[in-house]
């Protein structure tokens, strides 16, 4: 079950690769609106779709003062490809470990008969680290609101 609306956001420093290497990551981003959004696998087609479709509307998450962090428990290396082979242009972290997609209770069990994933989640934490909304989708081919988000992001 997911995390509610008002619960204090864990916080995990995660892995992402970039042209000079892998960084670290904070989550939620401290002091600032954080969209984060669990993905299940990179190189699949809704979540091609989706992070495209997130990345050609960043300006809106920016201009509501909100980063965009996207979490799947595909490594940081396999991450890079997929994004450079579709132009993702948000930060996406690894959570290889599964920690963090427990601690927001989205693990999605035996995803396709091949193992264990993030389910698809979408969570916004505002500047205090409090949870201001919190989706998880009922299956991964669905996609979460994101007009719903982006109010949340308004009101908060």
Do not use: H
């Not at 669990?38 to 920016?62: I, K, N, R």
């Amino acid at each position: 079950m997911p995390l509610t609306i008002g619960t204090k956001a864990p916080a995990f420093t995660l892995k992402s690769k970039k042209a000079d290497g892998l960084v670290d990551v904070t989550l939620p981003v401290p002091g600032k609106k954080t969209v984060i959004l669990f993905f299940p696998l990179a190189f699949t087609s809704v979540c091609t779709d989706e992070l495209c479709s997130v990345t050609q509307g960043l300006d809106a998450y920016a201009g509501a003062g909100a980063e965009v962090i996207a979490i799947s428990v595909d490594s940081p290396f396999a991450q890079e490809a997929w994004a450079k082979a579709n132009q993702i242009g948000l930060t996406i972290v690894s959570d290889l470990n599964k920690e963090a997609t427990n601690a927001y209770g989205v693990l999605f069990k035996g995803l396709a008969g091949i193992g264990d994933s993030s389910a698809r989640a979408a969570f916004v934490v505002d500047a205090a680290g409090q949870i201001a909304y919190a989706e998880q989708t009922p299956t991964p081919k669905d996609l979460p609101n994101f007009e719903a988000i982006k109010a949340a992001l308004a009101a908060g």
